[in-house]
Protein backbone atom coordinates (compact mmCIF):
# COMPACT_ATOMS: atom_id res chain seq x y z
CA UNK A 1 0.00 0.00 0.00
CA UNK A 2 1.34 3.28 -0.98
CA UNK A 3 0.69 6.95 1.12
CA UNK A 4 -2.40 7.69 -1.23
CA UNK A 5 -4.06 4.48 0.14
CA UNK A 6 -3.44 5.40 3.71
CA UNK A 7 -4.90 8.67 2.99
CA UNK A 8 -8.15 7.50 1.28
CA UNK A 9 -8.07 4.98 3.95
CA UNK A 10 -8.18 7.44 7.14
CA UNK A 11 -10.83 9.64 5.13
CA UNK A 12 -13.11 7.48 4.52
CA UNK A 13 -12.66 5.76 8.61
CA UNK A 14 -13.02 9.52 9.05
CA UNK A 15 -16.57 10.13 6.85
CA UNK A 16 -17.76 6.45 8.61
CA UNK A 17 -17.30 8.01 12.08
CA UNK A 18 -18.34 11.23 12.11
CA UNK A 19 -21.86 9.90 10.17
CA UNK A 20 -22.52 7.53 13.02
CA UNK A 21 -21.66 10.53 15.35
CA UNK A 22 -23.98 12.76 13.58
CA UNK A 23 -27.03 10.60 15.15
CA UNK A 24 -25.95 11.58 18.68
CA UNK A 25 -28.30 14.28 19.97
CA UNK A 26 -31.54 12.86 17.69
CA UNK A 27 -31.48 9.11 19.14
CA UNK A 28 -32.88 10.54 22.74
CA UNK A 29 -35.34 7.70 23.36
CA UNK A 30 -35.25 4.30 23.48
CA UNK A 31 -37.41 3.66 20.45
CA UNK A 32 -35.85 6.64 18.51
CA UNK A 33 -32.21 4.56 19.62
CA UNK A 34 -32.43 1.28 19.13
CA UNK A 35 -35.67 1.05 16.98
CA UNK A 36 -34.81 4.20 14.64
CA UNK A 37 -37.83 5.72 15.30
CA UNK A 38 -40.20 2.56 13.75
CA UNK A 39 -40.23 3.90 10.30
CA UNK A 40 -37.60 3.51 8.53
CA UNK A 41 -37.52 3.11 4.78
CA UNK A 42 -37.76 -0.17 3.58
CA UNK A 43 -35.05 0.05 1.24
CA UNK A 44 -32.48 1.08 3.91
CA UNK A 45 -33.33 -1.42 6.47
CA UNK A 46 -33.33 -4.20 3.81
CA UNK A 47 -29.45 -2.74 3.21
CA UNK A 48 -28.39 -2.84 6.66
CA UNK A 49 -29.48 -6.43 7.09
CA UNK A 50 -27.77 -7.75 4.15
CA UNK A 51 -24.72 -5.80 5.04
CA UNK A 52 -24.94 -6.80 8.63
CA UNK A 53 -25.23 -10.70 7.61
CA UNK A 54 -23.17 -10.58 4.43
CA UNK A 55 -20.27 -9.13 5.59
CA UNK A 56 -19.81 -11.16 8.53
CA UNK A 57 -17.89 -13.54 6.46
CA UNK A 58 -17.88 -12.83 2.63
CA UNK A 59 -14.62 -11.46 2.53
CA UNK A 60 -13.21 -13.67 5.07
CA UNK A 61 -15.02 -17.09 5.60
CA UNK A 62 -16.86 -17.03 2.11
CA UNK A 63 -14.24 -15.68 0.16
CA UNK A 64 -11.55 -18.11 2.11
CA UNK A 65 -13.30 -21.68 1.18
CA UNK A 66 -14.10 -19.24 -2.62
CA UNK A 67 -9.95 -19.97 -3.01
CA UNK A 68 -9.94 -23.39 -1.41
CA UNK A 69 -13.17 -24.69 -3.46
CA UNK A 70 -14.32 -21.93 -6.05
CA UNK A 71 -18.08 -21.85 -6.97
CA UNK A 72 -19.10 -24.18 -3.87
CA UNK A 73 -19.19 -20.61 -2.01
CA UNK A 74 -21.57 -18.95 -4.24
CA UNK A 75 -23.78 -22.42 -3.62
CA UNK A 76 -23.34 -22.21 -0.13
CA UNK A 77 -24.20 -18.56 -0.64
CA UNK A 78 -27.17 -18.91 -2.53
CA UNK A 79 -29.50 -20.72 0.49
CA UNK A 80 -29.11 -17.42 1.70
CA UNK A 81 -31.32 -16.29 -1.04
CA UNK A 82 -33.38 -19.05 -0.20
CA UNK A 83 -33.68 -18.04 3.37
CA UNK A 84 -34.49 -14.38 2.37
CA UNK A 85 -37.67 -15.18 0.55
CA UNK A 86 -39.04 -17.42 2.95
CA UNK A 87 -38.38 -14.76 6.02
CA UNK A 88 -39.78 -12.05 3.33
CA UNK A 89 -43.04 -14.09 2.50
CA UNK A 90 -43.83 -15.18 6.46
CA UNK A 91 -41.43 -14.13 9.39
CA UNK A 92 -40.79 -10.47 8.88
CA UNK A 93 -44.01 -9.21 8.54
CA UNK A 94 -44.63 -11.33 11.59
CA UNK A 95 -41.82 -9.82 14.06
CA UNK A 96 -43.53 -6.53 12.66
CA UNK A 97 -46.67 -7.30 13.49
CA UNK A 98 -45.61 -8.32 17.04
CA UNK A 99 -45.56 -4.58 17.91
CA UNK A 100 -42.50 -5.27 20.05
CA UNK A 101 -39.48 -3.06 20.12
CA UNK A 102 -36.97 -6.37 20.20
CA UNK A 103 -37.56 -9.90 19.97
CA UNK A 104 -37.01 -10.10 23.62
CA UNK A 105 -40.01 -7.96 24.21
CA UNK A 106 -41.90 -9.92 22.33
CA UNK A 107 -40.58 -13.18 24.49
CA UNK A 108 -41.60 -11.62 27.66
CA UNK A 109 -45.29 -10.98 26.01
CA UNK A 110 -45.58 -14.18 24.90
CA UNK A 111 -44.05 -16.71 26.51
CA UNK A 112 -43.46 -14.92 30.22
CA UNK A 113 -40.46 -13.21 32.13
CA UNK A 114 -38.48 -15.97 33.29
CA UNK A 115 -38.15 -17.23 29.49
CA UNK A 116 -37.29 -13.97 28.43
CA UNK A 117 -34.38 -13.64 30.91
CA UNK A 118 -33.22 -17.44 29.88
CA UNK A 119 -33.53 -16.01 26.58
CA UNK A 120 -31.73 -12.54 27.10
CA UNK A 121 -28.61 -14.19 29.17
CA UNK A 122 -28.25 -16.90 26.68
CA UNK A 123 -28.27 -15.10 23.22
CA UNK A 124 -25.98 -11.79 25.17
CA UNK A 125 -23.69 -14.85 25.48
CA UNK A 126 -23.45 -16.17 22.21
CA UNK A 127 -23.77 -12.49 20.23
CA UNK A 128 -20.26 -12.47 22.44
CA UNK A 129 -19.30 -15.43 20.39
CA UNK A 130 -20.30 -14.10 17.48
CA UNK A 131 -19.51 -10.26 17.38
CA UNK A 132 -15.32 -11.51 18.66
CA UNK A 133 -16.01 -13.58 15.84
CA UNK A 134 -17.01 -11.32 13.25
CA UNK A 135 -14.43 -8.59 14.74
CA UNK A 136 -11.50 -11.29 13.91
CA UNK A 137 -11.34 -11.03 10.44
CA UNK A 138 -11.94 -7.23 10.48
CA UNK A 139 -8.70 -6.65 11.84
CA UNK A 140 -7.27 -9.91 9.43
CA UNK A 141 -8.12 -7.58 6.64
CA UNK A 142 -5.82 -5.00 8.41
CA UNK A 143 -3.07 -7.23 9.10
CA UNK A 144 -2.74 -8.70 5.59
CA UNK A 145 -2.75 -4.96 4.09
CA UNK A 146 -0.53 -3.61 6.28
CA UNK A 147 1.19 -5.81 8.60
CA UNK A 148 -0.01 -4.28 11.74
CA UNK A 149 0.04 -6.98 14.29
CA UNK A 150 -3.70 -8.31 14.52
CA UNK A 151 -3.72 -7.79 18.29
CA UNK A 152 -3.26 -4.43 17.43
CA UNK A 153 -5.46 -3.95 14.75
CA UNK A 154 -8.24 -5.76 17.33
CA UNK A 155 -7.73 -3.06 19.62
CA UNK A 156 -7.77 -0.24 17.46
CA UNK A 157 -10.69 -0.93 15.54
CA UNK A 158 -13.12 -2.64 18.57
CA UNK A 159 -12.48 0.77 20.05
CA UNK A 160 -13.70 2.94 17.17
CA UNK A 161 -16.72 0.52 16.53
CA UNK A 162 -17.74 1.41 20.27
CA UNK A 163 -17.48 4.97 19.81
CA UNK A 164 -19.78 5.35 16.93
CA UNK A 165 -22.13 2.49 17.62
CA UNK A 166 -22.85 3.95 21.59
CA UNK A 167 -23.54 7.59 20.11
CA UNK A 168 -25.29 6.83 17.17
CA UNK A 169 -28.27 3.77 17.76
CA UNK A 170 -29.70 2.32 15.52
CA UNK A 171 -29.80 4.73 12.49
CA UNK A 172 -25.84 5.18 12.94
CA UNK A 173 -25.60 2.03 12.65
CA UNK A 174 -27.77 1.38 9.42
CA UNK A 175 -26.35 4.60 7.34
CA UNK A 176 -23.00 3.09 8.01
CA UNK A 177 -24.08 0.09 6.34
CA UNK A 178 -25.69 1.82 3.45
CA UNK A 179 -22.79 3.43 2.24
CA UNK A 180 -20.24 0.77 3.31
CA UNK A 181 -22.65 -1.46 0.51
CA UNK A 182 -21.80 1.01 -2.10
CA UNK A 183 -18.59 1.65 -1.67
CA UNK A 184 -17.77 -2.16 -1.59
CA UNK A 185 -20.50 -2.91 -4.87
CA UNK A 186 -18.43 -0.27 -6.32
CA UNK A 187 -15.15 -1.20 -5.68
CA UNK A 188 -15.90 -5.02 -6.42
CA UNK A 189 -17.61 -3.50 -10.45
CA UNK A 190 -14.11 -2.25 -10.48
CA UNK A 191 -11.78 -5.08 -9.05
CA UNK A 192 -13.57 -7.93 -10.96
CA UNK A 193 -12.60 -6.58 -14.91
CA UNK A 194 -9.16 -5.80 -13.34
CA UNK A 195 -8.30 -9.47 -12.00
CA UNK A 196 -9.48 -10.95 -15.84
CA UNK A 197 -7.69 -8.72 -17.43
CA UNK A 198 -4.17 -9.64 -14.97
CA UNK A 199 -4.83 -13.22 -15.79
CA UNK A 200 -5.47 -13.10 -19.63
CA UNK A 201 -9.29 -13.47 -19.66
CA UNK A 202 -12.11 -15.17 -18.30
CA UNK A 203 -11.16 -18.28 -20.28
CA UNK A 204 -7.74 -18.34 -18.41
CA UNK A 205 -9.75 -19.02 -15.35
CA UNK A 206 -11.88 -22.02 -16.58
CA UNK A 207 -8.15 -23.02 -18.29
CA UNK A 208 -6.15 -22.87 -15.00
CA UNK A 209 -8.57 -23.72 -12.16
CA UNK A 210 -8.18 -26.45 -10.31
CA UNK A 211 -10.12 -29.47 -11.11
CA UNK A 212 -14.15 -29.45 -9.73
CA UNK A 213 -13.76 -25.84 -9.15
CA UNK A 214 -16.48 -25.19 -10.50
CA UNK A 215 -18.78 -27.88 -8.90
CA UNK A 216 -21.67 -26.55 -6.86
CA UNK A 217 -20.81 -29.44 -4.17
CA UNK A 218 -17.78 -31.30 -2.78
CA UNK A 219 -16.98 -34.15 0.17
CA UNK A 220 -17.28 -31.34 2.87
CA UNK A 221 -19.67 -29.31 1.73
CA UNK A 222 -22.24 -31.73 -0.13
CA UNK A 223 -25.94 -31.39 -1.24
CA UNK A 224 -26.98 -32.45 2.66
CA UNK A 225 -25.06 -29.55 4.02
CA UNK A 226 -26.92 -27.06 1.26
CA UNK A 227 -29.89 -27.96 2.92
CA UNK A 228 -29.13 -27.96 5.63
CA UNK A 229 -27.73 -24.78 5.87
CA UNK A 230 -30.63 -23.28 3.81
CA UNK A 231 -32.88 -24.36 6.73
CA UNK A 232 -30.17 -22.97 8.99
CA UNK A 233 -29.98 -19.56 7.16
CA UNK A 234 -33.99 -19.33 7.17
CA UNK A 235 -34.41 -19.26 11.02
CA UNK A 236 -30.90 -17.21 11.34
CA UNK A 237 -32.52 -14.61 9.25
CA UNK A 238 -35.57 -14.36 10.23
CA UNK A 239 -34.92 -15.10 14.25
CA UNK A 240 -31.73 -13.51 15.14
CA UNK A 241 -32.22 -10.76 17.58
CA UNK A 242 -30.16 -8.22 15.91
CA UNK A 243 -31.59 -8.78 12.14
CA UNK A 244 -35.00 -8.52 14.07
CA UNK A 245 -34.76 -5.37 14.69
CA UNK A 246 -34.75 -4.34 10.80
CA UNK A 247 -38.45 -5.87 10.55
CA UNK A 248 -39.48 -3.96 13.52
CA UNK A 249 -38.32 -0.90 12.67
CA UNK A 250 -40.09 -0.33 9.85
CA UNK A 251 -43.67 0.79 9.58
CA UNK A 252 -45.76 -1.68 8.38
CA UNK A 253 -45.92 -5.45 7.44
CA UNK A 254 -45.51 -4.74 3.99
CA UNK A 255 -42.60 -2.67 4.53
CA UNK A 256 -40.96 -5.69 6.69
CA UNK A 257 -41.84 -8.25 3.87
CA UNK A 258 -39.89 -6.65 1.45
CA UNK A 259 -37.00 -5.84 3.73
CA UNK A 260 -37.02 -9.63 3.00
CA UNK A 261 -37.56 -9.75 -0.82
CA UNK A 262 -34.75 -6.89 -1.03
CA UNK A 263 -32.34 -9.14 0.91
CA UNK A 264 -32.89 -12.50 -1.32
CA UNK A 265 -32.31 -10.42 -4.39
CA UNK A 266 -29.24 -9.27 -3.33
CA UNK A 267 -28.19 -12.53 -2.59
CA UNK A 268 -29.37 -14.04 -5.80
CA UNK A 269 -27.30 -11.66 -8.04
CA UNK A 270 -24.25 -10.70 -5.34
CA UNK A 271 -22.61 -13.86 -4.86
CA UNK A 272 -21.78 -14.51 -8.50
CA UNK A 273 -19.56 -11.34 -8.00
CA UNK A 274 -18.46 -10.88 -5.26
CA UNK A 275 -16.40 -14.14 -4.92
CA UNK A 276 -14.72 -13.78 -7.86
CA UNK A 277 -12.12 -12.35 -6.90
CA UNK A 278 -10.67 -14.75 -4.41
CA UNK A 279 -11.69 -17.62 -7.53
CA UNK A 280 -9.24 -15.66 -9.88
CA UNK A 281 -6.28 -15.36 -7.48
CA UNK A 282 -6.30 -18.77 -7.42
CA UNK A 283 -5.53 -18.54 -10.51
CA UNK A 284 -2.49 -15.54 -10.00
CA UNK A 285 -1.19 -17.76 -6.93
CA UNK A 286 -2.35 -21.22 -6.06
CA UNK A 287 0.36 -21.50 -2.97
CA UNK A 288 -1.64 -20.19 -0.19
CA UNK A 289 -2.74 -22.60 2.68
CA UNK A 290 -4.01 -22.79 6.25
CA UNK A 291 -5.01 -19.57 7.59
CA UNK A 292 -3.53 -17.42 4.80
CA UNK A 293 -6.54 -18.38 2.61
CA UNK A 294 -8.33 -15.83 5.09
CA UNK A 295 -6.51 -12.94 3.46
CA UNK A 296 -6.94 -14.37 -0.47
CA UNK A 297 -9.78 -11.64 -0.91
CA UNK A 298 -7.53 -8.59 -0.08
CA UNK A 299 -4.91 -10.22 -1.92
CA UNK A 300 -6.24 -9.89 -5.27
CA UNK A 301 -7.63 -6.36 -4.51
CA UNK A 302 -4.27 -5.23 -3.86
CA UNK A 303 -2.37 -6.82 -6.93
CA UNK A 304 -4.78 -5.29 -9.22
CA UNK A 305 -6.35 -1.81 -7.43
CA UNK A 306 -4.49 1.36 -8.41
CA UNK A 307 -3.03 4.19 -6.28
CA UNK A 308 -5.95 4.83 -3.60
CA UNK A 309 -8.27 2.51 -4.55
CA UNK A 310 -6.86 -0.20 -2.36
CA UNK A 311 -6.96 2.00 0.59
CA UNK A 312 -10.77 2.62 -0.16
CA UNK A 313 -11.28 -1.07 -0.68
CA UNK A 314 -9.50 -1.75 2.44
CA UNK A 315 -11.88 0.86 4.56
CA UNK A 316 -15.09 -0.26 2.77
CA UNK A 317 -13.81 -4.48 3.98
CA UNK A 318 -13.08 -3.16 7.79
CA UNK A 319 -16.87 -1.14 7.84
CA UNK A 320 -18.60 -3.70 6.16
CA UNK A 321 -17.36 -6.26 8.25
CA UNK A 322 -17.50 -4.34 11.25
CA UNK A 323 -21.11 -4.08 10.24
CA UNK A 324 -22.22 -7.03 12.29
CA UNK A 325 -20.20 -6.23 15.33
CA UNK A 326 -21.96 -2.83 16.12
CA UNK A 327 -25.45 -4.99 14.88
CA UNK A 328 -24.59 -7.73 17.43
CA UNK A 329 -23.40 -4.45 19.88
CA UNK A 330 -26.87 -2.53 18.98
CA UNK A 331 -29.18 -5.51 19.96
CA UNK A 332 -27.17 -6.33 23.09
CA UNK A 333 -27.43 -3.28 24.79
CA UNK A 334 -31.10 -3.46 23.47
CA UNK A 335 -31.63 -6.46 25.33
CA UNK A 336 -29.99 -5.15 28.15
CA UNK A 337 -31.42 -2.07 29.03
CA UNK A 338 -34.77 -2.40 27.47
CA UNK A 339 -35.54 -5.99 28.53
CA UNK A 340 -33.03 -6.96 31.33
CA UNK A 341 -32.35 -4.09 33.46
CA UNK A 342 -35.77 -2.03 33.30
CA UNK A 343 -37.60 -5.19 34.11
CA UNK A 344 -35.30 -5.17 37.74
CA UNK A 345 -35.87 -1.09 37.66
CA UNK A 346 -39.36 -0.58 36.00
CA UNK A 347 -39.63 3.18 36.99
CA UNK A 348 -35.97 4.08 35.18
CA UNK A 349 -36.13 7.39 33.91
CA UNK A 350 -35.77 7.81 30.38
CA UNK A 351 -32.61 9.89 30.36
CA UNK A 352 -30.66 7.67 33.22
CA UNK A 353 -32.02 4.18 30.44
CA UNK A 354 -29.85 5.87 27.49
CA UNK A 355 -27.25 6.31 29.69
CA UNK A 356 -27.38 2.45 30.42
CA UNK A 357 -27.76 1.54 27.12
CA UNK A 358 -24.24 3.44 25.99
CA UNK A 359 -22.45 2.16 28.82
CA UNK A 360 -24.08 -1.48 27.72
CA UNK A 361 -22.53 -0.98 24.26
CA UNK A 362 -18.69 -0.07 25.59
CA UNK A 363 -19.16 -3.04 28.41
CA UNK A 364 -20.08 -5.63 25.67
CA UNK A 365 -17.74 -3.91 23.18
CA UNK A 366 -14.90 -4.58 25.45
CA UNK A 367 -16.27 -8.21 26.03
CA UNK A 368 -15.46 -8.44 21.86
CA UNK A 369 -12.25 -7.34 21.55
CA UNK A 370 -11.39 -9.84 24.65
CA UNK A 371 -13.01 -12.98 22.28
CA UNK A 372 -11.48 -11.59 19.50
CA UNK A 373 -8.22 -12.03 20.81
CA UNK A 374 -8.52 -15.97 21.13
CA UNK A 375 -10.06 -16.63 17.69
CA UNK A 376 -6.88 -17.77 16.38
CA UNK A 377 -6.54 -20.23 19.00
CA UNK A 378 -9.86 -21.54 18.42
CA UNK A 379 -9.13 -22.88 14.96
CA UNK A 380 -9.70 -19.46 12.68
CA UNK A 381 -12.93 -17.44 11.65
CA UNK A 382 -14.50 -20.56 9.66
CA UNK A 383 -14.42 -22.97 11.96
CA UNK A 384 -16.13 -21.11 14.61
CA UNK A 385 -18.89 -19.28 12.24
CA UNK A 386 -20.12 -22.73 11.17
CA UNK A 387 -19.53 -24.88 14.16
CA UNK A 388 -21.22 -22.26 16.54
CA UNK A 389 -24.06 -21.14 14.00
CA UNK A 390 -24.73 -25.35 14.01
CA UNK A 391 -24.63 -25.80 17.65
CA UNK A 392 -26.63 -22.91 18.48
CA UNK A 393 -28.42 -21.36 15.53
CA UNK A 394 -31.58 -22.96 15.27
CA UNK A 395 -32.17 -24.52 18.75
CA UNK A 396 -31.60 -20.42 20.20
CA UNK A 397 -33.69 -18.42 17.50
CA UNK A 398 -36.24 -21.35 15.54
CA UNK A 399 -38.38 -21.65 19.28
CA UNK A 400 -39.31 -17.69 19.47
CA UNK A 401 -40.26 -17.98 15.54
CA UNK A 402 -42.21 -20.75 16.27
CA UNK A 403 -44.06 -19.09 18.96
CA UNK A 404 -45.31 -16.00 16.74
CA UNK A 405 -47.43 -18.32 14.89
CA UNK A 406 -48.38 -21.01 17.33
CA UNK A 407 -51.23 -21.12 19.80
CA UNK A 408 -50.64 -23.58 21.37
CA UNK A 409 -46.68 -23.48 22.59
CA UNK A 410 -46.28 -22.43 26.26
CA UNK A 411 -43.39 -20.65 28.05
CA UNK A 412 -42.40 -23.76 29.44
CA UNK A 413 -42.72 -25.93 26.66
CA UNK A 414 -40.70 -23.41 24.05
CA UNK A 415 -38.05 -23.38 27.14
CA UNK A 416 -37.45 -26.83 26.86
CA UNK A 417 -37.76 -27.43 23.10
CA UNK A 418 -34.41 -25.05 23.30
CA UNK A 419 -33.34 -26.82 26.50
CA UNK A 420 -33.06 -29.92 24.54
CA UNK A 421 -31.99 -29.00 21.54
CA UNK A 422 -29.17 -27.16 22.67
CA UNK A 423 -28.33 -30.17 24.58
CA UNK A 424 -28.54 -32.89 22.16
CA UNK A 425 -26.69 -30.56 19.28
CA UNK A 426 -23.70 -30.19 22.16
CA UNK A 427 -23.45 -34.00 22.55
CA UNK A 428 -23.23 -34.39 18.79
CA UNK A 429 -20.56 -32.10 18.43
CA UNK A 430 -18.54 -32.50 21.73
CA UNK A 431 -19.22 -35.65 23.62
CA UNK A 432 -20.38 -37.89 20.89
CA UNK A 433 -16.87 -38.08 19.12
CA UNK A 434 -15.31 -38.91 22.55
CA UNK A 435 -17.86 -41.37 23.93
CA UNK A 436 -18.09 -43.74 20.00
CA UNK A 437 -15.05 -42.05 17.83
CA UNK A 438 -18.19 -41.05 15.64
CA UNK A 439 -17.92 -37.56 14.70
CA UNK A 440 -20.33 -36.04 12.44
CA UNK A 441 -18.98 -34.23 9.48
CA UNK A 442 -19.77 -30.52 8.25
CA UNK A 443 -22.86 -31.50 6.69
CA UNK A 444 -24.51 -33.79 9.49
CA UNK A 445 -23.90 -31.53 11.70
CA UNK A 446 -25.67 -28.55 10.25
CA UNK A 447 -28.38 -30.85 9.42
CA UNK A 448 -28.45 -32.12 12.93
CA UNK A 449 -28.43 -28.67 14.41
CA UNK A 450 -31.35 -27.45 12.12
CA UNK A 451 -33.89 -30.33 12.61
CA UNK A 452 -33.55 -31.07 16.29
CA UNK A 453 -34.98 -28.40 17.23
CA UNK A 454 -37.86 -27.78 14.41
CA UNK A 455 -38.60 -31.88 15.52
CA UNK A 456 -39.35 -31.23 18.88
CA UNK A 457 -41.34 -27.82 18.59
CA UNK A 458 -43.44 -29.77 16.03
CA UNK A 459 -43.85 -32.96 18.07
CA UNK A 460 -45.20 -30.27 20.83
CA UNK A 461 -47.21 -28.38 18.50
CA UNK A 462 -49.00 -31.88 17.21
CA UNK A 463 -49.71 -33.41 20.73
CA UNK A 464 -51.16 -30.34 22.05
CA UNK A 465 -53.16 -29.56 18.91
CA UNK A 466 -54.94 -33.18 19.33
CA UNK A 467 -56.01 -32.07 23.27
CA UNK A 468 -57.16 -28.63 21.82
CA UNK A 469 -54.77 -27.01 24.34
CA UNK A 470 -54.95 -23.21 23.33
CA UNK A 471 -51.91 -21.78 26.07
CA UNK A 472 -53.08 -19.13 28.43
CA UNK A 473 -49.83 -17.48 27.65
CA UNK A 474 -51.27 -16.66 24.06
CA UNK A 475 -54.43 -15.70 25.17
CA UNK A 476 -52.70 -13.22 27.53
CA UNK A 477 -50.44 -11.77 24.71
CA UNK A 478 -53.10 -11.74 22.46
CA UNK A 479 -55.24 -9.26 24.95
CA UNK A 480 -51.59 -7.03 25.19
CA UNK A 481 -50.80 -6.81 21.70
CA UNK A 482 -54.33 -5.53 21.00
CA UNK A 483 -54.07 -3.05 23.47
CA UNK A 484 -50.56 -2.07 22.20
CA UNK A 485 -51.55 -1.53 18.61
CA UNK A 486 -54.76 0.35 19.83
CA UNK A 487 -52.54 2.66 21.74
CA UNK A 488 -50.52 3.24 18.87
CA UNK A 489 -53.48 3.93 16.64
CA UNK A 490 -54.63 6.67 19.15
CA UNK A 491 -50.90 7.72 19.94
CA UNK A 492 -49.61 11.08 18.40
CA UNK A 493 -46.70 10.33 16.32
CA UNK A 494 -43.07 10.76 17.77
CA UNK A 495 -42.09 14.23 16.25
CA UNK A 496 -38.41 13.02 17.41
CA UNK A 497 -38.40 9.92 15.55
CA UNK A 498 -39.77 11.64 12.68
CA UNK A 499 -37.30 14.04 13.10
CA UNK A 500 -34.64 11.33 12.92
CA UNK A 501 -35.81 9.79 9.85
CA UNK A 502 -35.55 12.62 7.94
CA UNK A 503 -32.25 13.50 9.55
CA UNK A 504 -30.92 10.12 8.73
CA UNK A 505 -31.57 10.34 4.82
CA UNK A 506 -29.93 14.21 4.75
CA UNK A 507 -26.81 12.18 6.00
CA UNK A 508 -27.28 9.35 4.05
CA UNK A 509 -27.40 12.14 0.59
CA UNK A 510 -24.27 14.24 2.22
CA UNK A 511 -21.82 10.90 2.76
CA UNK A 512 -22.50 9.56 -0.93
CA UNK A 513 -21.81 12.63 -2.08
CA UNK A 514 -18.47 12.97 -0.42
CA UNK A 515 -17.95 8.97 -1.30
CA UNK A 516 -18.94 10.48 -5.16
CA UNK A 517 -16.41 12.41 -4.89
CA UNK A 518 -13.56 10.13 -3.58
CA UNK A 519 -14.38 7.81 -6.29
CA UNK A 520 -14.24 10.42 -9.16
CA UNK A 521 -10.80 11.80 -7.51
CA UNK A 522 -8.99 8.78 -7.81
CA UNK A 523 -9.92 7.87 -11.35
CA UNK A 524 -8.30 10.70 -12.75
CA UNK A 525 -5.15 9.47 -10.78
CA UNK A 526 -5.04 5.88 -12.60
CA UNK A 527 -4.24 4.38 -15.39
CA UNK A 528 -6.41 3.84 -18.60
CA UNK A 529 -7.54 0.23 -17.62
CA UNK A 530 -9.40 1.54 -14.44
CA UNK A 531 -10.27 5.46 -15.28
CA UNK A 532 -13.53 5.06 -16.98
CA UNK A 533 -15.01 2.11 -14.71
CA UNK A 534 -14.31 3.98 -11.46
CA UNK A 535 -15.52 7.08 -12.94
CA UNK A 536 -18.58 5.77 -14.03
CA UNK A 537 -19.37 4.48 -10.34
CA UNK A 538 -18.39 7.70 -8.76
CA UNK A 539 -20.77 9.46 -11.22
CA UNK A 540 -23.45 6.77 -10.46
CA UNK A 541 -23.24 7.41 -6.92
CA UNK A 542 -23.19 11.16 -6.95
CA UNK A 543 -26.79 10.56 -9.26
CA UNK A 544 -27.69 8.10 -6.09
CA UNK A 545 -26.62 10.81 -3.47
CA UNK A 546 -28.74 13.84 -5.00
CA UNK A 547 -31.82 11.38 -5.41
CA UNK A 548 -31.94 11.09 -1.48
CA UNK A 549 -31.05 14.14 -1.08
CA UNK A 550 -34.17 15.56 -2.93
CA UNK A 551 -36.50 12.45 -1.57
CA UNK A 552 -35.59 13.55 2.35
CA UNK A 553 -36.53 17.08 1.38
CA UNK A 554 -39.88 16.03 0.30
CA UNK A 555 -40.21 13.83 3.22
CA UNK A 556 -38.90 16.88 5.80
CA UNK A 557 -42.16 18.49 3.92
CA UNK A 558 -44.39 15.77 4.48
CA UNK A 559 -44.09 15.38 8.28
Not at 178 to 201: E, H, N, R, S, Y
Amino acid sequence: MGILDYIVMFVFTGIIIAAGLSFGKTGNSMKSYFAAGGAVPWQISSLSLFMSFFSAGTFVVWGSIAYQYGFVSIAIQLTMCLGGFFVGMFIAPAWQKSRALTAAEFVSRRLGLTVQKFYSYLILLISLMYTGAFLYPVAKIINVSTGFPIEACILVLGILIIIYTAVGGLWGVMITDVIQFIVLTGAVLIVVPLAFDKIGGVEELFTHAPPDFFMPVNEEYSWLFLLAFGIYNGIFIGGNWAYVQRYTSVDSPKSARKVGYLFAILYLISPFVWMLPPMIYRVVNPDLSGLENEGAYLMMCKAVLPRGLVGLMLGGMVFATASSVNTTLNLAAAVFTNDLYKSVRPDTQPKHLMLIAKLAVIVFGIMTIGVALLVPSAGGIVEIVLSVGAVTGCSLYGPPIWALFSRYHTGKSILWCTLLGLSLNLYLKFLHPLLTGISLNRAEEMLAGSLIPILFLSGYEIWARSWGKVSEEYRLYKKIKDTVSHGEKTKPADESSKAQNSFGLKILARTMAITSMIFIGLALTADQKALWTTLCVGTVIGFMSWFIHRKSGRYSRNQ
